[in-house]
């Protein structure tokens, strides 16, 4: 290349391992290049420069920049964070000393530059000072998804990327929320890997990819490797779901076990997020899904799973058809919003279970869910602080009488109270019912919180007082939480109004 007055900052991916796979432009920057740089440990061995061995000439000047540590592990006061830092200082400014005199640098990386890459850390450090560009390269990513042959993600399925450095409880938490996954930096952090994946469910569906496309390159079913043969060049991929149900190589998901199983499962008030990832994994296990077509939709379709849909009253009728599909050795899941516990599907499964002896022999699980009643608190501040009752205004399944008297009972208790099924289309009386007795007990100026769509687009939260409460506003998309006599309503700084009932309670 030519001398010029100011020399050019390169970062080159040269891709995962094979070197056909280098871009035509990285082979032309390479070759141009006045000098080549490229980290390796100690031992003075570098990837990214043996992917490019074929490429180096003899006008190039080397410039091997070696970790002074590979591991976290390190007696030096600075401590690891602060020696490695050091390290991309030193590098940069010897960097510099060519890119002052004119001349191209040229930093190899193996993958991408800006993907995981050590090149990152120089570019923070000359960018500014010296013309730079990066030039992209395959990534490990794509590398492992071609040798095994099986797409990352179809259509509108999500992929995640995560380093295996995380804390194993992070890990399973993302691992149960995406379709696909690719975790990186094995080596030691294998174990911890692996026991994410297992707790997450994944672990059955998940491959193990090493150096792929390099003359080293192996895969097999990551729960067939052992920890103590796993390097840092490698990563644990869990391909599009959509592909691995169509193909029938391992690894495929658990085969069942032929007896069947019922859990019921909470999917909390709204949206994803509100989704733990214990559920996750059973609604990802399940070869038969049973609930309300609503809270059915509520869950990504899966290729091979069934899906059983009905009304909103035939809750026995529902639990009888999925326990006749565990009985013939089904894994089945019935959904249920919020808390499967909470005026939801449980009961109803367990009655039927313990009612007819033919379903005896038939496991049942019961996997929570966020309620709605923590939702919608937890949307207005704190108003469930201290004992607080739960109830149902529906007389579908008791008589109003009963419910009459335990408002009675809790209002004269001094309970917060959260209200669910507080009216609907055919019952509109009795909002108004119930706010007459509590008025028997409580002061007018008691706060009420009125909860609409918690977690969905049309999300309200309207705070009134039990005096103001007007029950045309309510209906079955909103839930009621009636102060106590300590229930504080406060105004914040940002003029943002909070509810919160203290913890202690005056004496």
Known sequence: MNVSPTGKLYGVGVGPGDPELLTVKAARLIGEADVVAYYSARHGRSIARSIAEGLLREHHVHEPLVYPVTTEDTDDPAGYEGVIRQFYDDSAERLAVHLAAGR??????????????????????????FPAEVVPGVTSV?????????????????????????????????????????????????????????????????????????????????????????????????????????????????????????????????????????????????????????????????????RHTSGNQVETERAAHALELALGGARVVVVSSGDPGV??????????????????????????????????????GAPLGHDFAVMSLSDRLKPWPVIESRLAAAASADLVLALYNPASASRRWQVGAARDVLLRHRDPKTPVVVARDVGRP??????????????????????????????????????????????????
């Open 104 to 129: 191209a640098v040229v930093v190899l990386c193996a993958g991408d530059p800006m993907f995981y890459g050590s090149y990152m850390y120089l570019h923070e450090r000359l960018a500014h000072r």
């Open 142 to 306: 794509s590398a492992a998804s071609a040798v095994l042959g099986r797409p990352l993600v179809e259509r509108d399925e999500v992929l995640t990327i995560l380093p295996g450095t995380l804390p194993a409880e992070e890990l399973s938490r993302r691992l149960a929320d995406t379709d696909a996954a690719a975790v990186l930096k094995l080596g030691r952090t294998f174990d911890n890997v692996r026991a994410a994946l297992d707790d997450a469910g994944r672990l059955p569906e998940t491959w193990y990819v090493e150096r792929a496309t390099s003359s080293r390159s192996r895969h097999a079913p990551l729960a067939d490797v052992p920890a103590d043969e796993v390097p840092y060049f490698s990563l644990a991929m869990l391909p599009s779901p959509t592909s691995a149900a169509a193909r029938d190589d391992l690894p495929a998901p658990a085969p069942a076990t032929g007896r069947g199983e019922v859990t019921v499962v909470g999917l909390g008030p709204a949206g994803p997020r509100w989704l733990t990832p214990e559920v996750g994994r059973a609604l990802r296990e399940a070869e038969h899904l049973v609930g309300y077509g609503p809270y059915v939709d509520r869950v990504p379709v899966r290729p091979g799973q069934e």
């Open 343 to 380: 005026f939801a599907m449980a009961s109803a499964v367990y009655e039927v279970a313990t009612g007819q002896p033919r379903f005896a022999g038939v496991p049942v699980r019961v996997l929570p869910g966020l309620t709605a009643a923590q939702a919608a608190a937890s949307r207005i």
């Open 458 to 507: 049309g999300e309200a939260i309207t705070v009134v007082t039990l005096g103001d409460l007007d029950p045309d506003t309510v209906d079955m998309k909103c839930l009621l939480i009636i102060g106590s006599s300590t229930t504080q309503v406060s105004t914040r700084g940002d003029d943002s109004v909070v509810v919160w009932t203290p913890r202690t309670y005056p004496e």
